[in-house]
């Protein structure tokens, strides 16, 4: 059986990534300067852009997991006979990713649930005082 040649599709992904974030960057950098040019202060521009970008902890923690899952699947794939090892490993990693996004969402809707419980206490506190 041929083995499947993964470097062009490794190419392919680097180049594709590559050009989505270079449109990201120059996107974002059009927006802050018409923000600024409405007569905004470009500190409070530059505030605007980072407190939309508090999340990428967040999203590093999720793809994370989802890769740590593939990761692991691969490892377990080549203990796994030859002739049963292609299917099963890709299903598997197919099963590990989905998974890994399931536990990223509940982790995410505790830690949602906790700060807005958080927040409604230091509402309720402020208004006693």
Same mark, same amino acid.
């Given at each position: 059986?041929?083995?499947?040649? $993964? ?7 680097? /180049?594709?990534?590559? &050009?989505? %974030?270079?449109?990201? +960057? ?40 989802? $890769? ?7 490892? /377990?794939?080549?203990? &796994?006979? %030859?002739?049963?090892? +292609? ?43």
């Amino acid at each position: 059986m041929d083995h499947f040649n $993964l470097e062009p599709v490794l190419v392919m992904g680097t /180049i594709f990534w590559g &050009i989505v %974030a270079i449109l990201r +960057e120059v996107s974002q950098n059009k927006l802050r300067h018409r923000i600024v040019d409405k007569g905004m202060d470009p500190a409070e521009a530059g505030a605007l852009f980072r407190s939309a970008s508090a999340a990428p902890r967040w999203n590093s923690l999720k793809w994370g997991m989802v $890769l740590t899952g593939i990761g692991l699947v691969l490892l /377990i794939g080549q203990l &796994i006979p %030859a002739d049963v090892s +292609e299917e099963a490993t890709i299903g598997a990693m197919m099963v590990a990713a989905g998974l890994a996004l399931l536990a990223f969402h509940f982790v995410m809707s505790k830690t949602v649930a906790a700060s807005d419980n958080g927040d409604a206490v230091g509402k309720t506190e402020g208004r006693k005082r």
